[in-house]
């Protein structure tokens, strides 16, 4: 059973690396039920990004850093030596909103100075620098019933993506408060949209 969801694991990485034209960088969504799945996508995605020296930016919960954690630790990576080297980087969710976030609203200037301060840490200097990058903000914006400023937010990151290189994958909890929700407003701010097998299909 491990053997087969490490095997579905590697298929995503293969995905990913592939982003469709719609949008000029990869901005990839995972609608999840389990956190542990999206930890092992998301690990998956950072470890191809390693393999070609690019290092990884995470804006989550402490659950999912805690998970994804233990899934890099399964692939053999030091985690504790990738962020003592700067090749990793986990900042909570919430705090980082807290440095954004204006009357409910996330204001870009700060969100560009917040986020490009967290790159530049990662990136050590580098001019040459792309990364990958998890983020979950929008998740805990979802939930709290800030639906728009989630929207808003993904408009945010696929700004700053014309002057940034960076690869990101988003993830949404699945849940009830999804029901009354128009999901094609996220995807419509997405390059691809990954299943649970991993498979990152392009949006349409």
Known sequence: MARSRRQSSVKSAKAIAHHSPRLAHYHAVR???????LAQITAEFFAEGFAEHHPALVA????????????????????????????????????????FMVD???????????????IEHVCRGRTDCKIRVFGQMVDVLWRDGQQQAAIDLEIMWNQLARTRAFSLLCGYAMGNFYKDSNVEDICGQHS?????????????
């Open 60 to 99: 989550a919960t402490p659950s999912f850093r805690a998970a994804l954690l233990l899934e890099l630790d399964a692939r053999s990576r030091d985690v504790v030596e990738m962020q003592r080297s700067r090749e990793l980087l986990l900042i909570d969710a919430k705090d980082a909103l807290s440095t």
């Open 31 to 37: 609608f999840y039920e389990s956190e542990r799945s």
């Open 104 to 118: 409910g609203k996330p204001n870009a200037d700060k969100f560009n100075e917040t986020m490009c301060a967290a």
């Open 192 to 204: 691809h949209v990954v299943s649970a097998d991993g498979e990152a299909k392009p949006v349409e």
